[in-house]
Every structure is written in C-alpha cells, then in structure tokens.
C-alpha cells in the first residue's frame, strides 16, 4: 500500500518507537493519528508532523471510539493501525518480598495484550466498509511485539507472556481478516534506543550493545519504523512476525 494521503493511527505514539512511526510515515505523506495517554506529548508532537492526538486509554472501550470518532471525522477510517501502546515490566514471579502481585500480572498483560487487540477490533470494523483499492487491499494493521516473547529473561514474565500473546494473534487475525483484504503483521524489535535506556550509563549501553552480533549497537527507533513502513508496502507481508534484532537471542539474564 502507498501510504501518500493515506490514514494512520499511531497507539502509543507520543514518544520511543511510535514517536519514530509518526515521524517516518508523516515524511511518507500519510495523514497521522496519535493515539497517547500523554495528550501533551502526542499534541506537541502532532503539531510538528501536521497530524492530530487524542488523549486514549487503549484498554477502554469508551476511549478508544471517542478517539477513534475524531480521528475518522477529520481523515475518514484509517487504512494502516500500528499498535506501540505497552508498557515494560521487571519482576521475578517470586522475590525475597514475596509472589508476584497478582494484579501487577494482569496489569501488564491488560495494558499490552488487552489494549492492543481493543484497538485492533474496532480499527478493523472500520476498514471493512472501505472501498478497497486498486490492487483490493483494505488496510493493514501492525502490532509492536519484541524478542522476549521468544527468549523470555529471568524477570521478564509478564512482560514475556505478553509480548507472545500478540505474536500469537498476528496469524489468526491475518487469517479472519484475508477475506476483507486487511493485513496484519506483527514486529519484534531487540535491544531498541529508546528513552528506557536513556537512564543506563555509558559503561551499561557498551555492555546491551556488544552482546549484539551485528551491528554491534541498539537499534535506533527510526529503523524499526522503516521495517513498518516496508512492511505496509509489500502486499505480500501477511500474518507474520518479523525479527529486528540484529541476530541477537537474549540470555537467562
């Protein structure tokens, strides 16, 4: 799909990699939707990119179709939905406090699991209608995963467990949704240079980026948003999750 003049929503676009979607697809000619809890970032970020934000609790039902309605009103239902709303979380199962907090589990996997398909059903009810275009493609939908759904660290459970939960839609939901010519895909970045790392030392940053085979350093955000980009436009990229990682595979610890 050419994305020039084309409707995209960002979820969890006001900073990190969906911040980098927005900015890569903008230079594309796509008309831009952030989707933010963080209205202030996702306003300020619009603004610099000619899009629009909407303040959105990808969990809520309620939240997302009033986004979604102010979206659609000013651009019409989107073609392309990239889902970079999540959130990270460490913590053993068990520590020396304790069991995990059962709520802190169903948190992370309502956040990242729930969120992200409440986006993708209602996205999804929209691009059916659509009139497809010329080649019979409706829309394609995109969902952040990453490599710990694969090779989950000590520490990383729940953040794991839902991580592999979105791997484990993307063929499914490429399956129900074939006969509407809508994709869905899914990417799985490794060691990204996003603000979480921003805190770490110079010493720690060397250490994540030489356990890294090649290149021997993080992946910047705007590639993993050039890997969206090639995959909304070959037709071809369909209910699969792609590896961005630079043939790294994570460790116990």
Do not use: W
């Not at 309502?110 to 019979?136: E, K, W």
């Not at 000590?154 to 953040?159: E, S, T, V």
């Amino acid at each position: 799909m050419d994305v020039q003049g084309q409707h995209v929503i960002i979820t969890g676009g006001a900073s990190g990699m969906g911040a980098a979607m927005a900015k890569h697809f903008a230079k594309l000619g796509a008309n831009i939707t952030l989707l933010d809890l963080n209205l202030d970032a996702a306003t300020k970020l619009a603004a610099d990119i000619h899009g629009q934000a909407y303040a959105c609790d990808v969990t809520q039902e309620d939240s997302v179709l009033k986004a979604l309605a102010a979206a659609n009103q000013a651009h019409g239902p989107a073609r392309v939905l990239i889902n970079c709303a999540g959130i990270l979380h460490t913590r053993r199962m068990v520590n020396q406090q304790g069991p995990m907090p059962l709520d802190e589990f169903q948190r992370v996997l309502t956040i990242n699991v729930v969120g992200t398909f409440n986006t993708m059903r209602l996205v999804a009810a929209n691009m059916m209608p659509l009139t497809p275009l010329a080649d019979g493609e409706r829309g394609v939908i995109i969902n952040l995963a990453s490599i710990a759904a694969y090779e989950g660290q000590i520490g990383q459970m729940a953040y794991s467990a839902s991580k592999g939960a979105i791997v484990s839609m993307v063929l499914p939901a490429a399956r129900e949704l074939a006969s509407f010519g809508i994709r869905v895909l899914g990417i799985a970045p490794g060691l990204v240079d996003t603000p979480m790392f921003a805190s770490l030392s110079t010493q720690a940053r060397e250490a994540l980026a030489s356990a890294v085979p090649f290149p021997k350093r993080l992946a910047s955000p705007q590639e993993i948003a050039k890997l969206a980009a090639h995959l909304v436009d070959n037709m071809m990229m369909n209910g699969e999750v792609v590896r961005i990682d630079g043939a790294i595979r994570l460790q116990a610890k």
